[in-house]
């Protein structure tokens, strides 16, 4: 590709702030710059660089959350460095492969530090206050999960299931990568399907029996909800989700 003044001003910002995050980094630069000074090599070598970094300058003109609003610069610089991680591998310019479960997985790390920002700021640090919002049971703020946390938002922003429901698939995914092996989701809906179906044409239940057979139907429900959500890849409604939250955050703190 052509190099710009503006590319190379871009590319040298960016690989100062990854020197400084990641201490490996200098020394795979040196490993492919090695010194030559001839201009068509520095420009072979430029196009290394922008390969070893993963960089797409595309993606720079995508629409993303404005995280302008966060005064913490730490926490502002890293939704954004996620942000751009995550268009990554929308596009493939990570790996050189589109993966979905990573972009999922970034979407999930903005997620995550947006949700404890606002409570952050909205209760300090006041745990009980939190529990209280979230009308959690579990006494201990440190275990309280993202999906309790997202499912509190419902009452912090007068939302409903339907406001939520991606951001809680994409914590759904998360957990899939983290967990799963690639298929195990239809395999679980078929074997929990099974159970079920043993269970139906069985005659004088117990009382136990019939407690987990309306568990079962209500977890393949589950299942496949979220299998059809997650069958298309979907990219826009994860970046459309992880918009709104940002939004509705950013909403809370600029009157």
Known sequence: MEFTEEHITQLLSFVEDVYKRVP????????????????????????????????????????????????????????????????????GTREHSVNFGEFARYANLQMEMLVNYYYAKVYGDDPEAILNALQANDPNIEFLSLYAKINGLKWEFNWNYYDIRDLLNIIKVRNEESHRSPGTL?????????????????KNLTSTEADKKDELKKKIGSLKSFKKWLDPLPFDEVSAAIKKLSDRVKEQFTY
């Not at 395999?187 to 069985?202: P, V, W």
């Open 24 to 91: 490996e980094f200098a020394k795979g630069v040196r490993k492919i710059v090695n010194g030559e000074s001839s201009t068509e090599i520095k420009s072979q070598k430029l196009d290394k660089i922008e390969k070893y970094l993963s960089l797409d300058y595309g993606i720079d003109d995508v629409v993303n959350p404005d995280y302008s609003f966060i005064s913490d610069a730490q926490i502002r610089d890293t939704l954004n460095s996620d942000y751009r991680e995550m268009l990554r591998f929308r596009y």
């Open 186 to 202: 239809a395999i679980e809906i078929e074997n929990r399907e099974k159970e079920f179906n043993k269970l139906k044409a069985k």
